[in-house]
Structure formats: C-alpha cells, structure tokens
C-alpha cells in the first residue's frame, strides 16, 4: 500500500516520503480500516511517540497521521461493536503506524461509527479537533453554563471547535489570535476578539476558564486573570504557570467512542462546523504537510476520491 512515511527527524517535510509499505494485519481486538480521508498535525514529526514505541525502541520508518475516515475490511479476533463494511471515523493510536496511508490497523474502540450524511473528508477533520476541545472543556475544564471561556487560537483547527462547543453550552467566549484572525473568530461564535499582537489581554477582565493551545508567555499573562476557582486547561506539553487559586490541567486527547458520537450528531444538525483549511490527494500529500506554513485550518488528506 501507498503510505507517508518519515525516515529521519528534521524540519519541514525533507523526512516524509511517499513509499510501498506493507499492509497491516488486524491485531486482537484491531480492526483494518480502508481509509478516504486522514487528518494532518504539523508538529507530529517532533512527537516522541512518532519515532519510539512505549518501551522507547526506535519504530522508524513510521507512518504519519492519526485521525481517519473510512470503511472497516477485517476484524481480528474478539472484535466487537463494529463490522466489515462499516463507515468509521476515530483517532490512532499515538505509538502505532499512522492513517496517512491507504490502510491501518486499528483498535476497534478507537473508532466511532460515520453516518452516511457526513462526508470522509469532514470525518477525517473531527477527531483530534473535536476531541481535544471537548475533553478540555468538559472533562477536565468541567465547563458551566454562565461562565466565561477565554480561547487562544480561535480560528484554529482546535479554537474553532472550543469556541463553538462552549458557546453552544451557554458560556461567554472571547477568542484571541492574530489580527486577520478576528472575523472568522467571531463567525465561529465568539463574543469579543482579542488581537495578541496589538490588545492587552490584561484589558480582557476576569473568567472562569482559560483553553491554551500557545503556551509561554501567553500562558503565564493569561493565568493572572482566572478568577478564584477557575481552570486553565492546556495542550502545550507542560503547564509553566498556575493560577494562584484554581486549577491547571495539561491533557493529551484520548480517544472515545461516545465523545465522537456527541460530535458528529453536532456536525449532522448543524450545531458544529468543521473547519478545513487545506485539502489534497495521497500522491501530492508531502508538498501539502509542510509544517512551516501557517494553516487556515485543519489539513485533510484524501486517500481515495
């Protein structure tokens, strides 16, 4: 099968190639997904899990990406919840090879089924997105109606999705990001819009919780305006600063079956919006994945038309 593979760790897309690799065979409790359509995150070539297993052995060549839309072929043994021929959606294992590829071995509850209203290239755009903003704000930000969100990127991949979540659950949103960034904030549903590189975030006032995908010195200025009790939630790697009587919380997105289903059933009626900012074949994907560019949304693979 046709996969993108990385070889060598260094920057850009000069390590990924577009190679024949071996096709998966279904593990206990695996699936094999056909895939159409997989996700793209630019910092995965700097994830430790892309080049070493969980024992720390080095697993490369590996193949990239992690979120996925297509059809189940094969289950292995003990498989339940699905079956062959099913439209799946769902999120990889981090340690494992990837979904840029035309086939991968999956856990079956790794997945969700795909109504045949959504599209694969919508499917493939919701998993981390979708997952990483509602185990932020619900699980471990235990969001409330009423209360106020402060979201950093929130025209991103991630922000768009937070951003639209916690306003559908009855919270008052102020998006930040860069100035060309304002109206689509806002069309995604924030109330207020906060320009990082010209406004004072001081001038923002106190909320309830504060989603940071950026990390550094945003964090630290953003800490200070946590009211009493209130969370910040990252997905930075490493909390640097903590609100002096809240709650600091930096996650890794898990996958979950019944999460995806919340999310697609949102897709379906309208209450969420994906957002896709760029679109390409297999055979063009390394000139597509170049992580130096900055995206106007999540990168989506087709891996069949």
Do not use: C
Not at 127 to 149: K, M, Y
Not at 230 to 253: K, M
């Amino acid at each position: 099968m046709k996969a993108i593979v990385v070889t060598e760790q260094v920057a850009g897309t000069a390590g990924m190639r577009l190679m024949e690799r071996p096709q998966p065979t279904a593990a206990i409790n695996d699936v094999i997904v056909e895939i159409h359509a997989s996700g793209f995150v630019p910092t995965e070539v700097e994830w430790s899990s892309t080049w070493v297993d969980r024992a720390g052995r080095d697993r490369s060549p590996s193949i990239l990406g992690h979120e996925l839309a297509g059809v189940v072929t094969a289950l292995g043994y003990g498989t339940t919840g699905l079956s062959v021929g099913q439209r799946v959606f769902g999120l990889s294992d981090w340690h494992r090879d990837g979904t840029l590829a035309e086939y991968v071995a999956i856990e079956a509850r790794n997945l969700a089924p795909l109504p045949g209203d959504v599209d694969f290239t919508t499917g493939a755009s919701l998993p981390i997105s979708g997952l990483t903003a509602w185990q932020g704000l619900f699980v471990h930000g235990r969001l409330q109606s009423g209360q106020s969100v402060l979201v950093h990127g929130a025209a991103g991949a991630v922000g768009s999705m937070v951003t639209q979540l916690a306003r559908e659950a009855g919270a008052y949103v102020i998006g930040t990001g860069r100035a060309a960034d304002r109206q689509k904030a806002l069309d995604f549903g924030a109330h207020e819009f906060v320009d990082l590189a010209s406004d004072t975030l001081q001038d923002v006032g106190g909320v309830d919780l504060v989603f940071d995908v950026i990390g550094g010195d945003i964090q630290k200025q953003s800490v200070a305006l946590i009211r009493p009790g209130g969370t910040l939630v990252g997905v930075t790697g490493s909390v640097e600063a903590r609100p002096a009587d809240g709650l600091a919380v930096d996650f890794v997105v898990e996958s979950d079956r019944a999460q995806l289903g919340e999310i697609v059933q949102r897709v379906r009626d309208g209450r969420l919006r994906t957002n896709i900012g760029n679109i390409a074949n297999l055979d063009d994907a390394v000139a597509a994945l170049n992580p130096t560019e900055r995206r106007g949304g999540k990168t989506i693979i087709r891996v069949r038309p």
